[in-house]
């Protein structure tokens, strides 16, 4: 048997900067997800999450974060490629947790103000995301050439995002249920945590 309480997926946005053009991507795909029956969601703006920087890791976890994150079915992380890379203040607040992901599905959104829609970010934050736990979908949100895909108000002005964020959900949504049925009913057989420090 596997509980059928509505799925929890919130959304991260990952990035603090001021001005950043992610925001309308996470609020976009927050509502999105909002639309969907059966789907509770959350806007995680990690702008809010205060965590010193003279230490890392489960040491500096934030209490409400690790709540949303241990409650959560799926993370659908929102994150602007800078230098190919992602914000380093994403990975200090995802650092912060690691049983809280085991077994749970992932899916990115990469943002970027060229053509290629945070492809090279997205790579990059992948095996990051296996380390933690999380298992990753096949499909991602490639938001391209972001600074005139919003207008000022943050309405996108290209309709065609819309079914590709649909496939996303819908890929998503699978893999969370999946994943809910194997965590409530199938043993893994090497307990709790993964290879961890190894
Ligand atoms: C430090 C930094 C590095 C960036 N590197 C890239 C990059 O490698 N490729 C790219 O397409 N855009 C790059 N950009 C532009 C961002 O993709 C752009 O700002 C976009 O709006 C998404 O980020 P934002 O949410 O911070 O606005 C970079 C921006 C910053 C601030």
Redesign the pocket.
């Given at each position: 048997m596997t509980t059928n309480r509505p799925l929890f997926m919130p959304v991260i946005l990952g990035?603090a900067?001021q001005?950043?053009?992610?925001?309308h991507?996470a609020r976009f795909v927050f509502d999105e997800v909002l639309k969907r029956e059966g789907v509770e969601t959350e806007l995680i703006d990690i702008r809010n999450i205060k965590l010193p920087t003279t230490d890392a890791g489960e040491a500096i976890k934030d209490a409400q974060f690790s709540a949303t994150v241990e409650r959560a079915d799926a993370l659908i992380i929102v994150v602007?490629?800078?230098?190919?890379?992602y914000?380093g203040l994403l990975k200090h607040v995802l650092d912060t947790n690691l049983k809280e992901y085991i077994h749970k599905a992932v899916g990115v959104c990469g943002?970027?103000?060229?053509?290629?829609g945070?492809t090279?970010?997205i790579e990059n934050l992948l095996p990051v995301l296996r380390e933690l736990g999380l298992v990753t979908i096949f499909w991602d949100g490639n938001f391209s050439n972001?600074?005139t895909l919003f207008d000022q108000s943050g309405k996108l002005l290209d309709e065609s995002y819309v079914p590709r964020t649909d496939k996303f959900l819908k890929e998503l949504i699978w893999m969370a249920k999946t994943l809910r049925h194997g965590r409530e009913n199938i043993s893994s057989g090497v307990g709790g945590q993964g290879p961890g420090a190894d």
């Open positions: 990035t900067r001005g950043r053009a992610s925001e991507v602007p490629e800078y230098n190919h890379g914000p943002v970027s103000a060229g053509v290629f945070g090279r970010v972001v600074g």
